[in-house]
């Protein structure tokens, strides 16, 4: 059966328009949603308003390093009073804040100890001197009587040596018999014998009185010494001020206060000349030696200071350096004032520069937020900082100059990486 040209049988089309529409819009979507997973920016945000946020400027320029360190102003030279001798307190002349002089009397002590002290060796010395008189006495004594024995001796002999000599004579010739004539040379031997004997003991006997008289002799002057020096100890019962200056301090308050020897009474400032001393944290005790200069400024003058003595012991976690004043002083300053000093810990050096903010206590230095060229958005970005004081941080790694950081605290941002700058 043949079909008119009317009745023709009509295709129906694979891709009509709408479907091919429809499939363009779907893929675009997905090749989207693919392109902004691999390739867009799913960093979490967070809108900051610029008035509440603090931006710097990374710039390069000399850095100097230093500390701030709180220092107390104390006097060049200080004399303490203590108490050489323990003992009551029997009256007080100055009271604390006194200017004084070299050799006023400041506080008088009573020891009834050191008064008998001394009473008793005052004995002792008058006992041996008493000794060493009657010692010399009895030589002179025992002298006189040796002495005595030999000139009867002498005489004796003198007698017995011409009967001797008379009797040779005479038995030479056989005047008299042997027998006397022996007996007379045998008394005139006997007597030569005892004067020989005298005479050692008259030469040893001098001998021990001298040793005698010696010993006492020092054994006395010893006791005059420790007699002199026990009343050298009473007269330090009498503090006095050995030298001029002002009695910043005195420990007595009431008479009969008992004082024990070693004690500190006070302490006395020569108020000519001043220096500083301040406690700086353990910390920085390798870097801290002498000429090291700092500066503080007091009535609208800045004043330069240099570290002279270092004190390395550690007390809590501090350590002591005191520090002179390298032209003048202030004139107004006084005993006890606080100065706060910059202390530098070496020369200036160009360095690139950050300068200090909050935002150290959330990151430590590891990381900032740095701003685009646009100053309107803020990305994290890892850092690395050196040397610091209390002004800027020395950049080291992660900057170039001219960048902008913002150096406020990050507190408020959370854990977001990328802020939306809005004004």
């Known amino acids: 059966m043949n079909l008119s040209t009317m009745d023709r049988k009509i295709e129906k089309k694979k891709w009509p328009p709408k479907k091919v529409l429809g499939l363009g819009l779907a893929a675009a979507f997905l090749f989207l949603i693919i392109y902004t997973f691999l390739f867009g920016d799913t960093r979490s945000r967070l809108n900051v308003q610029l008035e509440k946020i603090t ?8 850095f100097q390093e230093f500390i701030p360190i709180t220092a107390a ?87 017995l040596k011409r009967r001797y000599e008379r009797s040779e004579a005479l038995e030479q010739e056989n005047l008299i018999s042997r027998e006397e004539y022996l ?12 004067r020989e004997l005298a005479i050692q003991s008259f030469r040893q006997d001098s001998l021990f009185r001298t040793e005698q008289i010696r010993q006492l002799e020092g054994s006395l002057a010893r006791m ?11 007269d330090n019962l009498t503090i006095q001020a050995p030298i001029s200056g002002q009695l910043t301090s005195l420990n007595a308050e009431f008479t009969g206060e008992i004082k024990s020897p070693g004690e500190r009474l006070g302490q006395i400032d020569v108020l000519d000349s001043f220096k500083v001393r301040a406690a700086i944290d353990e910390h920085y ?40 004043f390298i032209n003048d002083s202030p004139p107004e300053i006084r005993r006890g004032q606080t100065l706060h000093v910059r202390l ?14 909050g935002f150290y206590q959330k990151t430590g230095g590891q990381w900032v937020f740095v701003t685009d060229e646009s100053g309107k958005t803020a990305v994290q970005r890892a850092i690395r900082l050196g040397r610091q004081n209390p002004e800027v941080f020395e950049v080291l790694e992660g900057l ?14 959370g854990e977001v990486e990328k802020l939306i700058l809005k004004e």
């Open 285 to 324: 005790l390798p870097r801290i030696e002498v000429g090291l200069q700092g500066e503080f400024t007091f009535a609208g003058k800045t004043y330069r200071l240099a570290s002279e003595k270092i004190f390395p012991e550690i007390r809590e976690g501090r350590f002591n350096v005191d520090l002179r």
């Open 400 to 413: 170039e100059p001219g960048e902008r950081v913002i150096t406020s605290s990050y507190d408020a941002f």
């Open 183 to 194: 007996q007379v040379k045998d008394e005139y031997d006997y007597y030569l014998k005892r």
């Open 344 to 357: 530098q810990l070496g020369g200036p050096s160009q360095a690139l520069l950050l300068a200090r903010g």
């Open 73 to 159: 102003v104390i006097p060049v030279k200080t004399v303490y009073l203590d108490a050489v001798e323990g003992g009551r307190v029997e009256a007080i002349f100055m009271e604390a804040g006194s200017m004084v002089h070299k050799g006023d009397k400041i506080l008088q002590l009573a020891n009834t100890n050191l008064l008998l002290d001394i009473m008793f060796r005052e004995a002792e010395l008058a006992q041996q001197s008493n000794n060493l008189r009657n010692t010399r006495l009895a030589m002179e004594q025992n002298q006189l009587s040796l002495k005595s024995n030999l000139v009867e001796l002498e005489y004796q002999i003198q007698l």
């Open 224 to 234: 005059e010494r420790n007699l002199e020096i026990v009343r050298q100890k009473l």
């Open 55 to 62: 931006i710097s400027t990374v710039t390069r320029g000399p």
